[in-house]
């Protein structure tokens, strides 16, 4: 089964932005707390934000003011909305349960910022 589908990404432009889609089963959507996740080269994978079943999201702080993380509970889908990017933002992204399982792990996609 395939549990988790990354969409959105691409190359743009430092100052630009994105939107990354993930699909989730219904059964994970419906009883965990929902992370984006990313991996930059060379870089332990990190969590950027969470959104929690009840709705609400934290962030990290290197992109807090920045992102956006959001859902829509008739679509199993979780949203994250990236302005003002960063050639640090640079990475593959991932989502996951908050907190991850192994076992979740997809492909990802991935988001290139530079000029």
């Known amino acids: 089964q395939v549990h988790f589908v990354e969409s959105g990404g691409d190359l743009v432009q430092p100052g630009g932005s994105l939107r990354l889609s993930c699909l989730v089963s219904?059964?994970?959507?419906?009883?965990?707390?929902i992370g984006w996740y990313r991996q930059a080269p060379g870089k332990q994978r990190e969590i950027v934000a969470s959104?929690?079943?009840?709705?609400?999201?934290t962030y990290a702080d290197s992109v807090k003011g920045r992102f956006t993380i959001s859902k829509d509970n008739a679509k199993n889908t979780v949203y994250l909305q990236m302005n003002s990017l960063k050639p640090e933002d640079t990475a593959v992204y991932f989502c996951?349960?908050?907190?991850?399982?192994?076992?979740?792990w997809g492909q990802g996609t991935q988001v290139t910022v530079s000029s």
């Open positions: 996951n349960t908050d907190p991850d399982q192994e076992r979740y």
């Open positions: 219904g059964y994970i959507f419906s009883i965990y707390a």
């Open positions: 959104i929690t079943i009840g709705g609400g999201t």
